[in-house]
């Protein structure tokens, strides 16, 4: 605009002033009915300014597309930040690692605590850079979603309202005012008046008043036809029905669809070439890694859908498994679609971190995210789960994202059984018992079976009522068994029992195995496990473990694509159900992996920590409990040995000896009556060559090995003075002459004593 404009407005505005000046003069000389058609006049102008400034408030003047590109360029933005601040990250953990590896060589040390620590920190700030280099900007240019564009919208109308709420005039005691009024209020030019109080000439007349929601104008696609397509916007209503399609309109691949009114035509045109019986499309969301809607069928269910997923891919153009379909419980002749042309878990967050001992392991913590983009967080108290997923299924990562959690409680003891692999691997540190080999497995097992038992009796006696309540004191057990069907039968054998009885004494057992099916169990016990989860694996496994019809459904775990050596594909997918809290859904979820470096320093912590121990009353308890049967000796009728006992009942140090575990630090039986009482047993057993004694007998046999010491001392006596000095009560001994139970003490449980 020139000087010239310039003038020609201010001569304008001159002249307007003037006419309304002559205006007012004139209904005062001539009087009311003048007067009347004034008010008349400026009624009509402000109803045009009211038009207009309410069109401006809602954003009528920017379309869809010019607010696309705003949000693109702020995601861009958002993006490129994030980047500057992972490179920032990077070079801050290199510097203090250098810095600790000076200190730590003053030392003359080549590593500490300290630099580990750093280590780990670093690696996962590297690992989150490459992460990001690998997606590049694609990312942050893709078109924004429906939920974005109104969000943005939204910030807009809120921007424009507060130029004038901001100033004061926008809220006169609770009441928003005319926009006209505060247009006034603000000083605008009478120029700026006119403007917007001119007559509303035809074309602009639709744009005045803004529709509840923003439409978009669909632009032409190869193979689409716009016209006679329905535009409503999400959140249940309906953008399309087969009624509406165009006639001869052909199927397109999802590629070209560039509006949630395309992407609706897109769907129904190729459920009709693959006579899929989908009557409408509503709630259509563009998403970062493709598209997804509410899709409804008019007869049968969405198990249509679901047999013709592989021909739907063809139609719709898209790779393998891009066709997902979620049938909704709620709404039977329902299902939501997802369109996949990307990674949906790309932008998934990673595992928090979880300080030592930050958990309780009755809290539900988030190990996966589900393709909707909702959290997958569980407690495992008192919850028993099976996971199966072939062989690049992801297992390891699957159960570590599990075991990252309960080595951060406060009152759980997490236990790792393996008998073909490495289990927890980098969380070995802060994991209790590692057992390998068979003998240490069904030890194990063994163990947990009896204090599970012993448990049940303890707590009414501490007031726990109908479950078992952890605490620091009194602990929880996870215990986790990879490679299940690798074991041996009697391993087996002890887990189904424990998986029978532990779960109200919360010694919970995760099994983990490369099948679901009775070849790899032994046993049809899958779908009596309260949680199952299943990554890649056979069709044959998910309706094994998830139910006959559970593909019908919409179960699709055996559709996922286990690792290659160069593709992690879809490893630590998985469908699951039972998950506490939450409905059984088809949904895929992906787990949260965490690189080892960071799982190796997160044990690091952990045990330096401190690692918890068996409470005293459950060990204790054990010793009242029988055996089962089948872990007995059998002797023959003469009450000679026939058969020895599969496995050995231990104590909690032998146990953790067997298994090369750290026993608990424990103060040294000191010179005294307790120690002088345990040394003797000791002697008597070893002169009698027995390994073990009756209560009765070895009371008789103490009496007469040192009749000044144990002579004026009675049985019970004799208990109590063995009680105090750690050995606890009597035990089962097994069958010993005609008496198949008694109770007594053990030769090796007295010299761990000692």
């Not at 069109?55 to 949000?71: G, P, S």
């Not at 953008?239 to 999802?254: R, S």
């Not at 090369?660 to 008597?684: K, Q």
Request: proline share 6%.
């Amino acid at each position: 605009m020139d000087l010239h404009d310039t003038e020609n407005i201010v001569d304008a505005e001159v002249v307007e002033e003037g006419r309304v000046r002559r205006l007012q003069g004139h209904i005062v000389e001539k009087g009311r009915p003048h007067a009347a058609k004034a008010r008349s006049a400026l009624s009509d102008q402000r109803g045009r300014v009211n038009a207009r400034m309410r069109a401006w408030f809602a954003t009528a003047d920017l379309n869809d597309l010019k607010l696309a590109e705003q949000v693109v360029d702020q995601k861009r933005k958002k993006a490129l930040d994030a980047d500057d601040q992972l490179i920032r990250e990077v070079a801050r953990q290199r510097g203090r690692l250098t810095a600790a590896k000076v200190e730590a060589a003053k030392q003359k040390l080549e590593s500490t605590p300290e630099v580990e620590r750093i280590n780990g920190e670093l690696a996962a700030a590297e690992a989150r850079l490459a992460a990001r280099a690998e997606e590049g900007p694609a990312l942050a240019i893709l078109p924004p979603t429906s939920k974005e564009l109104g969000k943005a919208r939204w910030a807009k109308k809120a921007t424009r309202a507060a130029v004038v709420i901001g100033a004061g005039y926008g809220w006169l005691n609770g009441v928003f005012i005319e926009p006209s009024l505060a247009l006034l209020s603000l000083g605008v030019a009478p120029f700026g008046w006119w403007y917007l109080s001119r007559p509303v000439e035809a074309e602009e007349a639709q744009g005045l008043v803004l529709p509840t929601a923003p439409t978009s104008t669909p632009t032409p696609v190869q193979g689409a036809v716009p016209a006679g397509t329905a535009s409503a916007p999400a959140g249940g209503q309906v953008f399309l029905t087969a009624e509406q399609l165009p006639e001869g309109a052909k199927p397109f691949p999802v590629r070209n669809a560039t509006t949630p009114e395309h992407l609706a035509q897109c769907v129904l045109l190729a459920a009709r070439a693959e006579s899929v019986p989908i009557v409408d499309v509503s709630d259509v969301q563009r998403q970062p890694w493709g598209w997804q809607c509410t899709v409804r069928v008019s007869e049968g269910t969405p198990e249509a859908i679901i047999e013709k997923s592989g021909d739907l891919e063809t139609r719709f153009d898209l790779p393998t498994n891009g066709v997902r379909p979620q049938p909704i419980k709620a709404r039977r002749a329902c299902a939501i679609l997802r369109l996949v042309e990307g990674d949906p878990f790309a932008t998934a967050p990673g595992l928090p971190y979880r300080a030592p001992k930050s958990m309780s392991i009755t809290d539900r913590f988030r190990v996966g995210t589900s393709v909707g983009g909702d959290p997958l967080e569980l407690s495992l108290a008192g919850v028993m789960g099976l996971w199966v997923a072939a062989s690049g299924g992801g297992k390891t990562g699957i159960l570590q994202a599990l075991a990252e959690g309960t080595t951060a409680c406060r009152d759980n003891i997490t236990i790792d059984l393996d008998p073909h692999g490495d289990g927890l691997e980098d969380l070995h540190d802060c994991v209790r018992i590692t057992a390998r080999t068979n003998e240490q497995i069904e030890a194990v097992l063994l163990f947990f079976l009896v204090m599970s038992k012993a448990r049940a009796r303890l707590r009414a006696k501490l007031g726990m009522g109908r479950k078992w309540k952890a605490s620091a004191s009194h602990p929880a057990f996870t215990i986790y068994f990879d490679e299940f069907p690798r074991a041996t039968d009697l391993a087996k054998r002890l887990a189904k029992a424990l998986l029978d009885v532990g779960r109200k004494e919360l010694i919970v057992l995760e099994i983990a195995s490369q099948g679901g099916q009775k070849g790899y169990l032994g046993e049809n016990f899958a779908q009596m496990v309260a949680l199952a989860a299943l990554g890649p694996c056979k069709v044959g496994d998910t309706r094994s473990v998830f139910g006959d019809g559970s593909v019908k459904e919409g179960y699709l775990p055996h559709k996922l694509s286990p690792a290659t050596d160069t593709d992690p594909k879809d490893a630590g997918h998985i469908f699951i159900q039972g998950v506490p809290g939450m409905p059984d859904e088809p949904i895929e979820y992906a787990i949260h992996e965490a690189p080892s470096a960071v799982l190796r320093q997160l044990a690091a912590e952990r045990l330096e920590a401190g690692l918890l121990e068996p409470d005293q009353d459950s060990l204790d308890g054990m010793k009242t409990v029988d055996l089962p049967e089948y872990v007995e000796p059998e002797y023959d009728k003469d009450g000679d040995l026939k058969k020895e006992a599969p496995v050995q009942l231990l104590t909690w140090e032998q146990l953790l000896r067997l298994c090369d575990a750290e026993p608990a630090a424990r103060a040294e039986l000191a010179d005294g009556p307790e120690r002088a009482v345990i040394e003797d047993s000791v002697i008597v057993m070893e002169k009698a060559g027995v390994d073990r004694m009756k209560t009765e007998v070895l009371f008789v046999a103490l009496r007469n090995f040192d009749a000044d010491t144990y002579g004026q001392m009675g049985a019970d006596e004799l208990k109590a003075l063995l009680k105090l000095a750690g050995a606890g009560e009597p035990i089962t001994l097994g069958a010993i002459g005609e008496e198949k139970n008694p109770r007594g003490f053990k030769r090796d449980r007295l010299l761990q004593l000692l």
